[in-house]
């Protein structure tokens, strides 16, 4: 091996060695520090900003530690809403709330959401709802305590994200299939419905797994009866069959997130059938032109022979034909005729090539 190449594995081996003692150093575990961002139960709204660990954050809101398991995961994971006698931790995509009777918690990850900034659209909503007095409020809002609040404006963001990103699909959706319609732009708009189906699909699965997470605690009282962590506090339990307002909360939204998919899967079938008919017409075209293509060889094919028959009579060679008078017409019919005879028989084969075979 050259010297040159020993040296360049040496220095890579050295940099491997030097940075994976650095991420040694620099690994996640229990004593990391979260960003986080706490919210009281008063019409102030001035959230305070906070580092703490994982082994605080389960002291301090009474959780096992595998109920954080995936509190700072980088990938936006599978949405899930647990549900503990003091607390609340739902899990929505790149939201992290832990929420009790009186506090609102909100890890900040470190890596932002691919799709939209959702904590964003929660801290504005939220500041309205909390800022809101109960007596004013409108509708169900106004009858649900601190906690179910905070989850109301949790779902609603979420929600709503969802919801405008199925509406603006749709919008560049019809766009793209008005501009399907135009020969000039054809290839341009198949591109973009690909694109866009794509986005469609990712919606369509986002909007699923909010309502799979929302039927899980639908279909659990016990963990509804729970969610009345103000009542617990004041001494006041619920039982497990006592859980109407949460109820109808889970299922307002349960619906919307089921409207969402429905609507986004309805769309998805539009653009895969447009999609395909597309395609279709385009193999089409391909094949008339392949076939156009063809015949013109053909025919250039039985012109060359003839021409080339000819040509032999322009040469510098000795032969009766520039005595003849009718030479010259005999030459150019046999040529035209020789041109027709090949062309007609290439035509027979390409037909019989492009006949199906059964």
Not at 115 to 137: E, M, W
């Amino acid at each position: 091996m050259p010297t040159n190449e020993v040296k360049r594995d040496d220095s890579f081996n050295q940099e491997v060695f030097n940075l994976s003692l650095a991420l040694t150093h620099s690994r996640l575990n229990d004593s990391t520090e979260l960003q986080c961002i706490l919210f009281h139960a008063d019409s102030s709204f001035e959230p305070s900003c906070q580092s703490m660990t994982k082994a605080r954050i389960a002291k301090e809101y009474d959780l096992d530690a595998r109920d954080l398991r995936n509190i700072d995961l980088v990938s936006t994971g599978l949405p899930h809403i647990l549900v503990r006698p003091d607390t609340i931790f739902a899990s929505l995509f790149s939201l992290r709330l832990l929420i009790k009777s009186n506090t609102m918690l909100l890890v900040l990850l470190e890596s932002e959401d691919n799709h939209v900034r959702i904590h964003d659209v929660l801290l504005k909503d939220l500041q309205n709802r909390l800022q809101t007095p109960q007596g004013l409020a409108v509708g169900l809002s106004g009858k649900l305590s601190f906690e179910h609040r905070v989850l109301d404006a949790a779902l609603a963001a979420v929600i709503a994200t969802l919801e405008a990103e199925s509406v603006l699909i749709r919008r560049d959706v019809e766009r793209s299939l008005s501009d399907s319609q135009k020969e000039d732009s054809v290839h341009t708009a198949l591109r973009r419905l690909r694109r866009q189906g794509k986005r469609l699909v990712n919606t369509e699965q986002r909007a699923r797994q909010v309502r799979s997470a929302l039927q899980e605690i639908l279909s659990n009282d016990e963990d509804m009866a729970m969610m009345y962590l103000t009542d617990r506090r004041a001494g006041h339990a619920h039982l497990s069959a006592d859980h109407q307002e949460v109820e109808y909360l889970l299922e307002a939204y349960n619906k919307n997130a089921d409207a969402i998919a429905e609507s986004a899967n309805s769309l998805i079938g539009d653009v895969n059938r447009t999609i395909d008919t597309i395609q279709s017409v385009l193999d089409i075209r391909r094949n008339e032109i392949m076939i156009f293509e063809a015949q013109l060889e053909i025919w250039m094919l039985g012109f060359a022979v003839s021409t080339f028959v000819a040509g032999l009579f322009g040469m510098n060679v000795i032969n009766s034909f520039e005595e003849s008078i009718p030479a010259f017409t005999i030459l150019v019919s046999g040529c035209m005729l020789g041109t027709v005879l090949i062309a007609r028989y290439g035509m027979r084969r390409l037909k019989k090539f492009r006949r199906p075979q059964l």
